[in-house]
């Protein structure tokens, strides 16, 4: 009976010690799999904090190379401008002066165009007006002697 007994022990004690062991390594299993979740959640959120950064530098950059540009091309505008203030002012004072004195009888061309116009557009008013009368008069003469 003793050797039943010490064998039965045995067993139980095997069994326990396997029930135990794959108890714990399916608990050490479940926290190695989050451990690892956690992992790849740290480094995604690292490796997007890395391009955010990467991103604010090259845009930086970006800002800095257009305000170069206009600079560059506004100052380039300035000299030009100047150039011509400077070196042409006898000209642009002339050439106001001719186009204020071509430009005189244009706007009196222009003034009378307009006045014809204007006198040839109320007379064709007038004229579809008296037309429209004349019609509406004649249809009612038509029908009082019906009525």
């Known amino acids: 009976r ?6 039965y022990l ?7 010690l396997r029930c135990q062991g794959a108890y714990q390594g399916r608990i050490v299993r479940d926290e190695i799999i989050f451990q690892h979740y956690c992992a790849m959640r740290i480094q995604a959120a690292f490796r997007g904090f890395l391009g955010l950064i990467t991103f ?10 257009q305000s170069m540009w206009r600079m560059k091309r506004q100052r ?3 000299r030009r401008q100047m150039e011509l203030e400077l070196g042409n002012k006898a ?3 002339q050439s106001t002066v001719r186009r204020r004195i071509t430009m005189e009888p244009c706007r009196e ?5 307009i ?25 009612q003469a038509v029908v009082r002697r019906f009525l």
């Open 2 to 7: 003793r050797w039943i007994c010490v064998r």
């Open 10 to 16: 045995k067993s139980a004690k095997i069994i326990a």
């Open 56 to 65: 604010m530098e090259a845009l930086t950059r970006i800002i800095t190379l």
């Open 76 to 78: 380039k505008r300035y």
């Open 91 to 93: 000209m642009l004072v």
């Open 109 to 113: 061309q222009r003034e009378a165009a």
């Open 115 to 139: 006045m014809i116009q204007r006198n040839i557009g109320g007379h064709i008013a007038m004229t579809d007006f008296l037309f429209t009368v004349s019609n509406l008069l004649l249809c």
